[in-house]
């Protein structure tokens, strides 16, 4: 029988696994009001534990955002943009990914790779069939690129 992961040691694994990061990411305090604009009018709307629920939290955890009792980690940051709730270009607000520092910069282009459905939908379907992913990309893409 698998042994299944509990909530919190998924959630442990994925903020590890998401994107090499630090495990206090300091730029993410600033993309708050960006979580906070999108949760006030689902919040005025009821809509809060349905999010909650599809987000796969805890409505009181939403509610911490919008009181601003909780930061932004890569992990929540994650989930927003991969359930397709804040896209990375809401969270940029118009500004220029290379204006950026270099880990912020690191974070969002990898999380922009997350965002892209066709291209998970291609590379899974590469990975499922055995297909040496990275090879094919070195392959189609000179190096000095």
Do not use: C
């Amino acid at each position: 029988m698998k042994k299944r992961l509990t909530r919190g040691a998924k959630r442990d694994l994925m903020s590890t696994m998401i994107i090499n990061g630090k495990e206090k990411d300091e730029f993410l305090h600033k993309y708050l009001p960006v979580i906070q604009d999108f949760l006030a009018p689902v919040k005025k709307a009821k809509g809060l534990g349905r999010l909650a629920e599809r987000l796969g939290y805890n409505q009181s955890r939403l509610s911490q955002f919008i009181a601003g009792n909780r930061q932004p980690s890569r992990y929540y940051v994650l989930k927003f943009v991969k359930g397709g709730h804040i896209s990375v270009k809401q969270f940029l607000q118009g500004k220029n990914i290379d204006d950026l520092d270099n880990d912020e910069q690191e974070f969002w282009r990898e999380v922009m790779i997350l965002e892209d459905k066709d291209l998970m939908f291609w590379l899974k379907k590469a990975q499922a069939n055995h297909l040496n992913i990275i090879g094919l990309i070195k392959a189609a893409i000179p190096e000095e690129a």
